[in-house]
């Protein structure tokens, strides 16, 4: 689109929104939509043609009608903290953030539920549900910032979700609204509902199918105890062969967290957890239930522990002590920015067993695109964070760190892993997501999209890579130089 044609559209678009939105719930200026531009993966940014910041579900329906008559893409958004580039601005589209929808509407002690709005924070949920001794398991590490909205979009992870389940085993009912602007619901707040259950169809589907505005959410009880244990090994091999072997002996921790040795040095510097800056790599394991049950899952985990070589080991012995240890992982990422410019964050999976095995492709990797990698994972669930380090105003390096996400990818498809453990596809995986899948697949995707948005006007160009993307990929491969993002905006 020419520069003539783009502010006439824009204006035609800002137009037929001004008529449904009061003059504060939508922004097009250049400099109010700048912050806008990117989302947690801030290689790649997007201005969108406006902002529309609606405060009702009737404002909802009626910019998604206005854009849809229109034929204008919609990008829903929640609190940008993504980490693939879902919530990226289309360059002819409206970005809907659903910031104002944060109001927590039930809690139900009884039930064990929360009623909340889509963009209410993680962590508000469980301080809400505090008094009630309830909490909210799925506990992403961006709890603090990161909505349910967009913690469903993802069907987002964290800690606790190995014994507890991802955001999908944690959600009962999603209400939003179609490309259409027609009301929808997903799931039921009981425990199953009549008809075709399509709740596990939205959870994960990026703001593809639907925007989420309401959510309802199941409650645990917070566990009487918690206790962690520290773990170093002087192996990367024998951690990783430790993690397969705890759950091979049939314990399931509320936590097991893998970091390695660069990543233990960032974050130590960070916030001095008391990490084992000796250690190749340390785990964090963590049993909660009543004290009796604690007592004696410590004790199960720190015999297989040492079976397995750990070189040392230290229990919490307090809950400050507890929060210490997690201090560090849950400082992972913030650590990697004090040592790099930027940082690209993938989350490919891999089955249990073939840890150390990717941990040692990876550390050839960055001999191969000589830039630098701090793994920190989700061990339990055999979901890798590698951090690439990286400086994106260097075009080169940005382009090695590309290359170098992509071969971490499919190594890990290799392994018998997928592209995506938890962050989703976004625009960062898509190359790879044609190599986890055939076209035909790839197309019965489109073919879920066709059924809930025909016109394609929800985040299109994310989650599901085209044809001819994967065609263009393909031939990239087969010359040799893998062109990561080839039609993705640059610096
Ligand atoms: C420091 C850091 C740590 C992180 N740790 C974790 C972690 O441990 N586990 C994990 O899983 N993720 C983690 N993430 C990634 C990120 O926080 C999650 O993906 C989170 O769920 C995104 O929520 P958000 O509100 O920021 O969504 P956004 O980034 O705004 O959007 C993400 C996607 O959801 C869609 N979306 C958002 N709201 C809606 C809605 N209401 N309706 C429809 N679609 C919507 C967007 O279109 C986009 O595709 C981390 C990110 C950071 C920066």
């Not at 939105?21 to 109010?32: F, K, Q, T, V």
Request: charge should be negative; charged fraction near 20%; include cysteine.
């Amino acid at each position: 689109m020419n520069a003539l044609h783009a502010s006439e559209r824009q204006s035609q678009v800002v137009r037929a929104l001004q008529a449904h939105l009061p003059a504060h719930a939508l922004i097009w200026n250049a400099e109010d939509t700048t912050p806008y531009e990117c989302d947690g993966l801030t290689a790649y940014r997007q201005r969108p043609l406006a902002v529309a910041l609606p405060e009702t579900e009737a404002q909802v329906a009626a910019v998604l009608k206005t854009c849809h008559a229109l034929g204008v893409p919609v990008v829903a958004r929640g609190a940008g903290t993504g980490l693939s580039g879902g919530a990226m601005p289309n360059a002819v589209g409206v970005t809907l953030s659903l910031a104002k929808f944060n109001s927590i509407l039930k809690i139900d002690p009884v039930g064990r539920t929360a009623v909340v709005q889509c963009g209410v924070r993680n962590l508000a949920i469980s301080e809400a549900a505090a008094p009630f001794n309830l909490y909210y398991a799925p506990d992403p590490s961006s709890q603090i910032a990161c909505t349910i909205g967009g913690n469903v979009a993802e069907n987002s992870g964290g800690v606790h979700c190995l014994k507890y389940g991802l955001t999908l085993h944690n959600v009962l009912r999603v209400r939003g609204f179609t490309a259409e602007g027609e009301a929808i619901e997903f799931g039921s707040e009981a425990l199953d509902c009549a008809g075709l259950d399509l709740l596990a169809l939205v959870v994960g589907s990026e703001g593809m199918l639907a925007v989420t505005t309401e959510v309802t959410v199941k409650l645990v009880p917070k566990p009487r105890l918690a206790r962690c244990i520290m773990a170093s090994f002087d192996d990367v091999r024998k951690a990783g062969d430790a993690v397969a072997a705890v759950i091979a002996a049939g314990i399931i921790p509320a936590g097991l967290e893998m970091m390695d040795k660069p990543m233990t040095a960032a974050v130590e510097d960070f916030v001095r957890a008391g990490y084992d800056l000796e250690a190749e790599a340390i785990l964090l394991c963590e049993s909660d239930g009543t004290p009796e049950e604690v007592e004696e899952e410590i004790g199960r985990m720190s015999a297989v522990l040492r079976d397995c070589g750990a070189t040392a080991l230290s229990v919490s012995r307090d809950e400050d002590e507890r929060l210490k240890f997690w201090s560090g992982r849950k400082n992972a990422f913030p650590a990697s920015g004090r040592i790099s410019p930027d940082y690209m964050c993938l989350d490919s999976t891999i089955p249990r067993k073939r840890l150390a095995d990717i941990l040692l492709a990876i550390q050839q990797m960055e001999k191969k695109y000589n830039l630098r990698c701090c793994n920190v994972f989700h061990a339990g669930d055999g979901n890798l964070h590698p951090l690439v380090l990286f400086d994106a105003n260097d075009p080169d390096e940005l382009h090695r760190c590309e290359l170098f996400g992509a071969d971490i990818l499919e190594t890990s498809v290799a392994m018998g892993g997928t592209v995506s453990g938890e962050h989703g596809v976004g625009v960062e995986k898509l190359n790879s997501m044609c190599v986890q899948f055939t076209a035909e697949e790839n197309e019965q995707m489109f073919g879920v999209k066709r059924a809930f948005d025909p016109a394609g006007l929800l985040n299109p160009g994310k989650a599901i890579p085209t044809l001819q993307r994967c065609a263009e990929y393909g031939r990239e491969v087969v010359r040799g130089g893998r062109v990561a993002h080839p039609d993705l905006p640059r610096f």
